[in-house]
């Protein structure tokens, strides 16, 4: 089901055996604000995000990166998939 807003809402049946469990909600999203410092010329449209590496984290250029929680949509994606999970 999706709403007007945009929201998805997918159910997986419980796991045989754990029908009486409770239910779980996992939450994630896929929007990107794009937000740039002043003094950089960058449109969002066609230009790509410009990336390096500050010790453990992948960082953007004067730009946002984008990047905050699409782990999390491909670990939902993950989960519904697998039916292995108990």
């Not at 994630?28 to 002043?38: F, G, I, T, Y």
């Not at 410009?50 to 491909?74: F, H, M, P």
Request: aromatic content about 4%.
């Amino acid at each position: 089901r999706q709403d007007k807003a945009g929201n998805v809402l997918i159910k997986k049946p419980a796991s045989k055996g754990y029908e009486s469990g409770k239910t779980i909600i996992i939450q994630s999203h896929l929007d990107m604000v794009p937000q740039k410092n002043a003094d950089v010329t960058h449109d969002f449209s066609r230009d790509p995000i410009q990336t390096y590496i500050d010790g453990e984290w992948v960082k953007a250029r004067s730009t946002t990166l984008g990047a905050d929680n699409g782990i999390g949509c491909a670990m939902m994606m993950a989960v519904l998939e697998d039916n292995l999970l108990n």
